[in-house]
T-cell receptor
Framework: NAGVTQTPKFQVLKTGQSMTLQCAQD?????MSWYRQDPGMGLRLIHY???????DQGEVPNGYNVSRSTTEDFPLRLLSAAPSQTSVYFC????????????FGPGTRLTVL | GENVEQHPSTLSVQEGDSAVIKCTYS??????FPWYKQELGKRPQLIID?????GEKKDQRIAVTLNKTAKHFSLHITETQPEDSAVYFC??????????FGAGTTVTVRA
């Protein structure tokens, strides 16, 4: 099992550009989430999904879109990048049935100029 | 929403001593309290978690205590070792997949 994978590892964008951060898991987990990590602020929930076709907003959803067409994939879209979105982004997944704790992906470091 | 406060923000301990990190939460409906360890440049990794029907849980040198009445929970690391140096995050949740995190504690173990 690869666990939770994220691509790219690093990305630099200019203000106003759009892009998609990819997240995939091969553990057949029902739940998937996106967090951003900023210095001194811990991790904050952006969006989450409880299953294919079902998504909902977290604590800081503005400027981001998600979709969940399959159990495995949960991409995060930045519609029009802003410097305030400079952060490290982590995707996580967890099972709804077996021991339910979140596995995190390796993260994507995004810089918006 | 849930608000989790974590103290201290930095902690320096002598190797072999104990380290204690404390967190408080605001939402009495929260019932799941995990602790994550994050080494520099790495992903957060779960080290221990506790649910609200348990007051204490131990795993080798790590223990977590929960006081639901006071809405606080703590991480205890005994016999600290250099490899315990990292950032530790507490979190609280009503649902396992929607975590509210504390701001983190940077632990440094001095040799």
């Amino acid at each position: 099992n690869a666990g939770v994978t994220q691509t790219p590892k690093f990305q630099v964008l200019k203000t106003g550009q759009s892009m998609t951060l990819q997240c995939a898991q091969d553990m057949n987990h029902e739940y998937m989430s996106w967090y951003r990590q900023d210095p001194g602020m811990g991790l904050r929930l952006i969006h989450y999904s409880v299953g294919a076709g079902i998504t909902d907003q977290g604590e800081v959803p503005n400027g981001y879109n998600v979709s969940r067409s399959t159990t495995e994939d949960f991409p995060l879209r930045l519609l029009s990048a802003a410097p305030s979105q400079t952060s490290v982004y982590f995707c996580a997944s967890s099972s709804g049935t077996s021991r339910r704790f979140q596995f995190f992906g390796p993260g994507t470091r995004l810089t918006v100029l | 929403g849930e608000n989790v406060e974590q103290h201290p923000s930095t902690l320096s301990v002598q190797e072999g001593d104990s380290a204690v990190i404390k967190c408080t939460y605001s939402d009495s409906a929260s019932n799941y309290f995990p602790w994550y360890k994050q080494e520099l440049g790495k992903r957060p990794q779960l080290i221990i978690d506790i649910r609200s029907n348990v007051g204490e849980k131990k795993d080798q040198r790590i223990a977590v205590t929960l006081n639901k009445t006071a809405k606080h929970f703590s991480l205890h690391i005994t016999e600290t070792q250099p490899e315990d140096s990292a950032v530790y995050f507490c979190a609280a949740s009503q649902d396992d997949y929607k975590l509210s995190f504390g701001a983190g504690t940077t632990v440094t173990v001095r040799a």
